[in-house]
Each structure stands twice: as C-alpha cells, then as structure tokens.
C-alpha cells in the first residue's frame, strides 16, 4: 500500500506560482509512475503531468499534458519519497482539485490505470 499526502495549495492570482508538495508513505516511490491530475467541478479528472522511473538501461523521463507543457514542472525526490509540482505563470483556468497518484505500469495519463491517490489539495486563482 502506498499512501499520498498533497499540501501546498493555496489562493494565487493569476501569474503568480505555486508548488505542490506529495508525500508518499508505505512504500519506496523510486519504482512507481507518479503523476498528477486535477478536477474541476463539472469536469472530468484531468491529466498533469507524470514522471515515469527509470528501467534497465533508460532514464527517467518525464511528460507533460499541452494545456501546461512550460509553465508547470514535476520532480521527484526519492529519497524523500516526495513528488513535487512547480507551478508557474498561473492562470484562472488552472483552478482546481490537484491530486497525486501513483503506478506500477500502465498508460502514465490515464486516472483510471493509478491504483493510489492523495485527498487532493485545492488551488485558486483569482484575477
């Protein structure tokens, strides 16, 4: 069992940055995907961004959804068995829950292929 702690969240206004903190307990992330995902009331969960580890011989890489590819950034500290996502240049469509998850295999964007999840951690951005 893996269990996801997010925190970090806040009310920004647009342009500002922000940067989400994930804490993982019960087992090492290093061999996990993790991602994060987010909702809006209404909407559907929406891929972030994930970080995919490293197998054999590849490195770690990561990926990222359009609708945020140069203003958001994950990382990862192992040893820490922390997730972090650094937001920038925010703006008010970015408003939202912002959920951690994690996997062992499966399509890295997909909610429905992460088997753990963290309660979520709103963010608002007002104008």
């Known amino acids: 069992q893996v269990q996801l702690v997010e925190s970090g969240g806040g009310l920004v206004q647009a342009g500002d940055s922000l940067r989400l903190s994930c804490a993982a307990s019960?087992?090492?992330?290093?061999?996990?995907?993790m991602g994060w995902f987010r909702q809006s009331p209404g909407k559907e969960r929406e891929f972030i961004a994930a970080?995919?580890?490293?197998?054999?011989?590849?490195?770690?890489?990561?990926i990222y959804a359009d609708s945020v590819k140069g203003r958001f950034t994950i990382a990862n500290n192992n040893a820490k068995d922390s997730l972090y996502l650094q937001m920038s240049s925010l703006k008010l469509e970015d408003t939202a829950v912002y959920y951690c998850?994690?996997?062992?295999?499966?399509?890295?964007?997909?909610?429905?292929?992460?088997?753990?999840w963290g309660q979520g951690t709103q963010v608002t951005v007002s104008s």
């Open positions: 019960g087992r090492t992330l290093s061999t996990y995907t």
């Open positions: 970080i995919i580890p490293a197998l054999n011989r590849f490195g770690a890489y990561t």
């Open positions: 998850a994690a996997q062992l295999r499966g399509a890295p964007s997909v909610p429905s292929e992460y088997a753990y």
